[in-house]
């Protein structure tokens, strides 16, 4: 008669893994946008037109009712150095970038169109230079003048890492060339002025 054969204590642990199947562990990322420990979700708004959220501006329809039909931005010549200010009405300046992304907007690919990569800038009003005034970046990216620099058709003077601050703060889709990114940019941007508007991604 045969006796039985005797298990190990690792052959005993090998055969109760076996029967018990390891449950797969999948990392979900958090949807919402997790600050850095220190930050506060909100900030002093940089500008009347803009909220107390970081890279968001008030609604067309908000600006109208405060009065707020006029926005400036501060400027620099490349060439003379002189530092001024310059003014866009805000109603004709969001129109023709609106009409430009309707019309537009299903032939772009979700690429920025070479005139908003390379803006054609502004003459300088002191030195008459053609095509030489930039906008002036601040130095915190919380404090970009956004409007500003919509209205003038000037984003495309951001970096790439301002162009992906925007995004990052909006929760758009933030990798790829920079064409990419400013186009999300204008999108997001426009959809801030006018929340009904077609300016939703493809």
């Known amino acids: 008669m045969r006796t039985p054969l005797s298990i190990t204590a690792d052959q005993a642990d090998l055969k109760l893994s076996l029967q018990q199947p ?22 002093p708004p940089p500008f ?10 008030h609604s067309l329809k908000h600006l109208t009712e405060s009065g707020i039909t006029v ?11 002189r530092q001024y200010q310059i003014e ?6 969001f129109m023709e970038i609106s009409c430009y992304v309707k019309e537009n907007k299903y032939k772009l690919n979700d690429r920025a169109p070479p005139s908003w990569l390379n803006p054609i800038l502004p003459n300088c009003r002191f030195c008459a230079q053609e095509n030489c005034v930039k906008p002036i970046m601040a130095a915190n990216k919380k404090s970009i003048n956004w409007l500003f620099l919509l209205l ?3 984003l495309g003077c951001c970096t790439l890492a301002q162009l992906k601050y925007f995004c990052k703060h909006t929760r758009n889709h933030r990798t790829g060339a920079k064409d990419r990114v400013l186009f999300l940019t204008y999108l997001g941007l426009c959809k801030q002025l006018e929340p009904n508007g077609p300016f939703d991604r493809l």
């Open 71 to 81: 926005i400036s931005g501060d400027v620099q010549c490349k060439r003379c150095n």
């Open 22 to 43: 390891v449950p797969l562990r999948h990392n979900r990322r958090n949807p919402r946008q997790i600050l850095p420990q220190g930050k506060s979700p909100t900030i």
């Open 152 to 154: 003038g058709q000037m």
């Open 88 to 93: 866009h009405d805000v109603k004709t300046k």
């Open 48 to 57: 009347p037109w803009a909220t107390n959220h970081r890279a968001t501006i």
